[in-house]
């Protein structure tokens, strides 16, 4: 059966699949509906989520996939109403690479006179 399912990042090194926090286990909505699934999207995106693109798969590939992750999966009804949660994890599963750590931006000190001719060039030039 196809069934559709929120992706991010779709196509990228960084994709990840939406699912929901339900304790310490994950779960994977699968939508019998597309528009349900975009609303759905819509409702994440409302609340601050990144932006997801519904894509559509066999549910017997999400439920491999969840088999082989540990993660569960729900199928939700077309026209059932699935409400989002009221927030997002701080740190997500697929965007764990290394950040450099953000640094103080340099403040370059200019004289008095350095900043007057910079003034009249940047005037000149409207």
Partial sequence: ???????????TDNEGIH????GEQNKVLMFESVDDATRFA?????????????ESLTSEE????CQSTGYEWELVKEGMLAIPPQHNLEELDW???????????ETAEISDTELETLRRRLEGLL
């Fill in 95 to 105: 965007d764990t690479e290394e950040k450099p750590a953000a640094t103080e931006p």
């Fill in 1 to 11: 059966m196809r069934v559709y399912v929120l992706i991010f990042n779709p196509g």
């Fill in 42 to 54: 819509l409702l994440l995106e409302a609340q601050d989520f990144p932006t997801a693109s519904v």
């Fill in 19 to 22: 699912t929901i926090q339900m």
């Fill in 62 to 65: 999400i439920e491999e996939f």
